[in-house]
């Protein structure tokens, strides 16, 4: 009943920048917490960056100043702007959306497929 589709992953020289998107689509009533995580190889997943449906952000230390959560509730949609990247930033980026349906009294986390971001020094 919801899809999440990310985009804008991809190679990157080390100080570039980058764009990830995650839409979500389907039965959707609303959108609570919106959260990027990553994962590198060899390690835990880790949450990046993440933004509440009021607009409030929090991030990894590790990504302040460096990364901006931002969010489009007409469309659904979360986006990470990746500025100043590293190559410590390579992982697969995950986002991940807390979701209520139109048909549940609940809210349930939905997570994107992954999208790749490559980081050559």
């Known amino acids: 009943q919801v899809q999440l589709v990310e985009s804008g992953g991809g190679l990157v020289q080390a100080g570039g920048s980058l764009r990830l998107s995650c839409a979500a689509s389907?039965?959707?009533?609303?959108?609570?917490?919106m959260n990027w995580y990553r994962q590198a190889p060899g390690k835990q997943r880790e949450l990046v960056a993440a933004i509440t449906s009021g607009g409030s952000t929090n991030y990894a230390d590790s990504v302040k100043d460096r990364f901006t959560i931002s969010r489009d509730n007409a469309k659904n949609t979360v986006y990470l702007q990746m500025n100043s990247l590293k190559p410590e930033d390579t992982a697969v980026y995950y986002c991940?959306?807390?979701?209520?349906?139109?048909?549940?009294?609940?809210?349930?986390?939905?997570w994107g497929q992954g999208t790749q971001v490559t980081v050559s020094s």
């Open positions: 389907g039965n959707i009533r609303s959108i609570s917490a």
């Open positions: 991940a959306l807390a979701i209520r349906l139109y048909t549940t009294f609940y809210t349930k986390d939905y």
